[in-house]
């Protein structure tokens, strides 16, 4: 089949508003509800624009010999004048061709002179609903401008405005651009009163005769004008236009569309009635709202707000929703780490003030099985300052009193004396329940101190003691009094394995030498029972023991002591019976072997 041929009749010209808007629509619709089936050309009604007689003629000539050969299928015109030009020429142009005329006011058809092949997509212009509009949203309004051309249809609706603008007179004044050229339009507007609104009715050509096409007139006023712009013409709503009540461009071409597809479909034009269109929901600027002090609140019901910015929030959602999340899963994240921190410092706390008291049981417990030994060392100057006293009341008593020999004794009372107290002194530091200090000091000195102090429970035991003590060892830093009891324990516990072995040898072997990287190394072994092989990777672990009456934390308060001195301690096997327990610690830093 043969496309079907399609005109569209503009007035004026392609690019006047709000014709144009209306014909752009109607086109694409076209195309889309009738692919490859249409034959569209546009043609222009240039003589309307100035009314030139001779001109008209002339096209009148153009189309009668572009439709003789190929007739139209169907014409659509685009605006009042084209209709006016179809009405007076119908019978020597188109008298059996359909037609659809739209995008005009009713008034502006005669339907006396529609036939059977016409149809009319038109709508109203409601003036006095329109003025409402404006002083709803603006009701301080004393000044409206209304911007208007010089043509033959924008003459016709100055004089339509001008009758319904009566009723509104004593509320407001009317400014009458008409006979103004459009430059003298744009000084006037930028100089309005206080309190003035600017109503755009057309702009196609002004008293000057200048032809102002598509929205270039609209967008010279916005510019300069001091006061908010209104239209009825959906065709002109853009950025320049507060808004209000709009005949719509989609909704008046959609309905002229149809017609047409039931037209070329086979339809009679003549079964094809439409109503007269209104003004639909009302439509407004959000950022002339805005410009102009505008509020929502006083949009009528069912009001669309149309260039609407959004806020930060509404573009950013879920991007700050996002931030706001990985804040708090951070923050949440931290605070949980820093209540760990806190735990695992209130739990390092509670541990080493745990470890405090387990080694102050552990030297009781110790004090305890050292007692015979105690009071034995105590002995030992309290007997001699006895003798020594009576004795010295011998000397002085006889009838020739012998002071020198008194003095000799009663020097040996003073050094019985603070042999007690030093004895005392040493039982404290190692007893005593007090913070350590760290200091260089010698490993001999240690484990010497430890040796005499359990001198007596050593003979009571018949345990031999051998010690290979290294010369010019260097010093190491920590605390003496802990050092002494790491030595203490592990002692004891070697006089109780040597205790419980069925048979000699009894032996206590104690050495210290130069470890390999530069520190001490001590050693004591003993040629008791020995540990079992299973039990051997166990005897530091906390609440092991092998004893009967043990609390298993000696040998674990050992190795925690001699870690935090930076050291190591292990225990092996010894070679024919009994154990091995050495240990090493680093040198002091302001101590190093001479290796000279």
């Avoid at 009738?34 to 309307?48: C, K, N, R, T, Y």
């Avoid at 007139?217 to 916005?222: D, E, F, G, I």
């Avoid at 024919?576 to 190093?592: D, K, N």
């Amino acid at each position: 089949m043969e496309p079907k041929r399609v005109m569209l009749l503009h007035s004026l010209g392609p690019q006047f508003g709000p014709w144009s808007a209306y014909a752009k629509t109607i086109r694409d619709e076209l195309r889309r509800r009738m692919p490859g089936s249409l034959d569209i050309s546009d043609h222009s009604l240039v003589s309307a624009r100035n009314r030139d007689e001779s001109a008209e003629i002339a096209f009148v000539d153009y189309l009668r010999a572009l439709n003789a050969k190929q007739p139209f299928d169907l014409i659509i015109t685009i605006g009042a004048p084209a209709v006016d030009f179809v009405q007076r020429w119908r019978q020597q142009l188109f008298p059996v061709t359909p037609f659809v005329f739209t995008a005009l006011e009713q008034r502006r058809i005669r339907y006396s002179d529609l036939t059977d092949n016409d149809v009319v997509v038109t709508y109203v212009h409601d003036f006095p609903a329109f003025f409402e509009s404006i002083l709803r949203l603006l009701p301080d309004t004393k000044t409206l401008a209304v911007v208007n051309g010089k043509s033959a249809v924008e003459q016709f609706w100055d004089s339509e405005i001008r009758r319904d603008a009566k009723a509104f007179e004593h509320r407001m004044a009317f400014r009458w651009y008409n006979e103004l050229s459009f430059e003298d339009i744009l000084k006037d507007a930028a100089a309005l009163p206080p309190r003035s609104a600017i109503f755009f009715e057309l702009m196609s050509i002004d008293a000057a005769g200048v032809v102002h096409e598509g929205d270039t007139a609209l967008k010279r006023l916005h510019a300069v004008a001091n006061a908010p712009i209104f239209s009825y013409q959906d065709a002109f709503f853009g950025r320049e236009i507060v808004g209000g009540p709009m005949h719509s461009v989609p909704y008046t071409s959609e309905r002229a569309v149809a017609a047409a597809v039931r037209i070329l479909q086979g339809e009679k034009a003549r079964d094809i009635k439409l109503p007269v269109g209104g003004f639909p929901a009302a439509k407004y600027n959000w950022q002339e709202m805005q410009r102009w002090g505008i509020s929502e609140s006083q949009l009528p019901t069912g009001a669309e707000i149309y260039f609407r910015e959004t806020s930060l929030w509404e573009r950013y959602r879920w991007h700050i929703l996002a931030i706001i999340a990985a804040v708090l899963l951070q923050t949440g994240l931290i605070s949980w780490l820093l209540y760990e921190h806190h735990r695992r410092q209130a739990a390092e706390v509670m541990a080493r003030d745990f470890m405090s008291e387990l080694t102050q049981m552990n030297r009781v417990a110790t004090a305890g099985e050292l007692s015979a030994s105690i009071a034995h060392e105590i002995n030992q100057p309290l007997a001699a300052i006895s003798i020594g006293v009576s004795a010295t009341l011998n000397w002085l008593s006889g009838k020739t009193p012998n002071v020198e020999q008194a003095r000799s004794l009663l020097n040996g009372i003073a050094n019985e004396c603070h042999r007690a107290g030093d004895i005392i002194k040493n039982l404290r530091a190692i007893f005593g329940k007090h913070a350590p200090q760290a200091a260089p000091l010698d490993i001999n000195s240690v484990i010497l101190a430890v040796l005499e102090l359990v001198r007596i429970e050593l003979q009571k035991h018949d345990i031999a003691v051998r010690t290979e003590l290294g010369d010019r060892l260097p010093l190491v830093n920590g605390s003496e009094i802990q050092l002494q009891q790491v030595v203490l324990n592990l002692v004891m516990n070697a006089i109780e394995a040597i205790d419980a072995a069925p048979s000699p040898p009894r032996e206590l072997n104690v050495k210290s030498a130069l470890s390999e990287s530069g520190g001490v190394h001590v050693s004591i072994e003993d040629s008791g029972v020995g540990i079992s092989p299973s039990d051997l990777p166990q005897v530091f672990q906390p609440l092991f023991t092998t004893k009967a009456r043990g609390m298993g934390m000696g040998l674990a308060i050992c190795r925690s002591t001699i870690e935090r001195h930076e050291g190591r301690l292990w225990v092996s096997a010894a070679a024919s019976r009994g154990s091995i327990f050495q240990f090493e610690l680093p040198a002091s830093v302001r101590s190093r072997p001479d290796r000279t």
